[in-house]
């Protein structure tokens, strides 16, 4: 299951917990509590991430980056938005490096 195992799935996953019953499920219970409370939920996972990448301990970064990421797709469920809509945006991109992006916005 590992190998194949994707953010589409995780997304799925969340869409479908999202409908139960808020105590057999946590992602049900978060969404419950509220934009605010999935937002801060993301900022901590994002600061252990950062804490994880800095300390070089390879075994916490890809455990609080799944936290991480699980957290974020519980936000854009919070919020309507899809993973396919970010994959749309991402690809959009590809072909413009990140320095001539940045390149080409106004001065300020
Ligand atoms: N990937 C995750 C996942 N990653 C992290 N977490 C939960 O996120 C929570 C946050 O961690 P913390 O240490 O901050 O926990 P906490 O202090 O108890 O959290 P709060 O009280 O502050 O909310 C923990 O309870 C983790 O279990 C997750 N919960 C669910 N999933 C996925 O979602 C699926 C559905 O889960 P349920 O909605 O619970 O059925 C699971 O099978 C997984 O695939």
Redesign the pocket.
């Known amino acids: 299951m590992s190998d194949s195992f994707s953010l589409t799935d ?1 997304e799925a ?2 869409a479908a ?1 999202a409908a ?1 019953d808020a105590g ?7 969404l419950d ?1 509220g934009i605010g ?1 999935c937002a801060q ?1 993301l900022g ?2 994002a600061v252990e991430t950062v804490i994880a990448a800095v300390s070089a301990d390879r075994e916490a970064l890809v455990a609080e980056t ?2 991480l ?3 974020l797709l519980v936000v854009l469920k919070a919020r309507g938005v899809s993973l396919a809509e970010v994959h749309a945006e991402l690809a959009r991109r590809t072909g413009q490096s990140g320095l001539a992006e940045k390149a080409s916005r106004p001065a300020g």
Do not use: G, P
């Open positions: 995780l996953i969340v917990r139960a057999a499920s946590y992602t049900r219970s978060l509590k409370k939920k901590e996972e799944s936290d990421l699980y957290h």
